[in-house]
């Protein structure tokens, strides 16, 4: 199917384009954490809570396009879901853009599948967007944020640098591996860790910081869960 995602380009200069992303693959990354020792002990905190541990790590999980939007709101299943922040890279004609992104995962399909739990559930990303070229010389110091608001109370959910991630170049030779097309392709990075533990909330909030250039791009999106159906 199409999937024409409108973007608005931020560039260092403080000019603007629109920009038409058309999506033609959605990959996802998981335990995608810098230090994978650490990682590591997250997934044996995982397996303890049924969630079946990678055959190897980080971790890429192909997507059907239609999974990736912009909107402010999103439609779940049921009350067991939670948002992940992380940075989305769209690449596109020659051109890569990054931007904050959501991948938002089903909860109780997690402890099936973790790939099915992902299709389960968009992944949400900002509309604006930067270039990569106008922050790869700084990309470590690019700061993420997620808020989630939980009975009507907003909290800070996950703070982190980019640091904390692997880098675009340290994915490219794992895209090589896999045969992943990067023409039109949506990239979500894994995400960082929580503060407190999963949230199931009903909106969050998400900011990419660009403390060099002093500029932020920032989206939020609500949870709408759906009403019980017959079966």
Known sequence: MENIIRLTVHHKDGSTAAV???????YNAGYAGKDQELVRGHIEELARLGVPAPSETPTLYPLSNYVLTSSGEIQVQHG????????????QDGRVYVTAASDH????????SVPI?????????????????????HWDSLMLRCWVVKDGTR?????????ALLSPEEWSSIWDRVGMKTQNCAFLSGTINTLGGLVFG???E???TDPVLNREIRHSYKVEVLPEGIE
């Open 80 to 91: 067991e879901t939670s948002g992940e922040a992380e940075f989305v890279l769209l690449m």
């Open 20 to 26: 038409g992303f058309v999506c033609a693959s959605v």
């Open 105 to 112: 995962t089903d909860r109780k399909l997690e402890n099936f």
């Open 155 to 163: 909290a800070l959910y996950q703070e982190a640098p980019l640091s």
């Open 117 to 137: 739990s992902k299709q389960a559930c968009p992944n949400v990303i900002a509309p604006d967007v930067w270039l990569y070229d106008d922050v790869k010389d």
């Open 202 to 204: 009903e909106e969050y």
């Open 206 to 208: 998400l900011s990419l």
